[in-house]
C-alpha cells in the first residue's frame, strides 16, 4: 500500500473517530463537524508523523525521479544524448556564398 494512501486512510479514520466521540455530546452538527476537522488535524500531526514523513519521502523519489528523466529527454531532443557521439554542425551559408 503506497504511503499515501494510508496516510489519507489514517486521517479519515481519525476524522471518524473523533466525530464519534463527538456524536454523544448535544450540539449543532455543524459544528460537530468543525470540531472534529479540526481535532483530528490536530491529533494526526502527532500521531501519523511517521506515515507523514514516508509519504513526503516518497513524492520527493518521484519528484527526482520525474525530473532526471524529463533532463534526459531534453537532452536527447537537443541532440546532446551521452550513447551517441555529436556530429558536427552543417555549415552555414554567409551572405557571400552563392546560393
Same mark, same amino acid.
Given at each position: 500500500?503506497? /504511503?499515501?494512501?494510508?496516510?489519507?486512510? &489514517?486521517?479519515? &479514520?481519525?476524522?471518524?473517530?473523533?466525530?464519534?466521540?463527538? +456524536?454523544?455530546?448535544?450540539?449543532n452538527v455543524f459544528l460537530k463537524l468543525m470540531l472534529a476537522?479540526?481535532?483530528?488535524? /490536530?491529533?494526526?500531526?502527532?500521531?501519523? =508523523? &511517521? +506515515? =507523514?514523513?514516508?509519504?513526503?519521502?516518497?513524492?520527493?523519489?518521484a519528484t527526482e525521479r520525474r525530473r532526471t528523466e524529463k533532463?534526459?529527454?531534453?537532452?536527447?531532443?537537443? &541532440?546532446?544524448?551521452?550513447?551517441?557521439?555529436?556530429?558536427?554542425?552543417p555549415p552555414t551559408q554567409t551572405p557571400d556564398s552563392p546560393?
Amino acid at each position: 500500500m503506497s /504511503a499515501a494512501l494510508k496516510y489519507t486512510l &489514517g486521517r479519515i &479514520g481519525l476524522f471518524v473517530a473523533v466525530l464519534a466521540g463527538l +456524536w454523544l455530546i448535544d450540539m449543532n452538527v455543524f459544528l460537530k463537524l468543525m470540531l472534529a476537522l479540526v481535532f483530528s488535524a /490536530a491529533l494526526s500531526f502527532f500521531l501519523l =508523523r &511517521g +506515515w =507523514r514523513d514516508e509519504m513526503a519521502g516518497e513524492i520527493a523519489e518521484a519528484t527526482e525521479r520525474r525530473r532526471t528523466e524529463k533532463e534526459r529527454l531534453r537532452s536527447a531532443l537537443a &541532440g546532446e544524448d551521452e550513447t551517441t557521439t555529436p556530429t558536427p554542425d552543417p555549415p552555414t551559408q554567409t551572405p557571400d556564398s552563392p546560393r
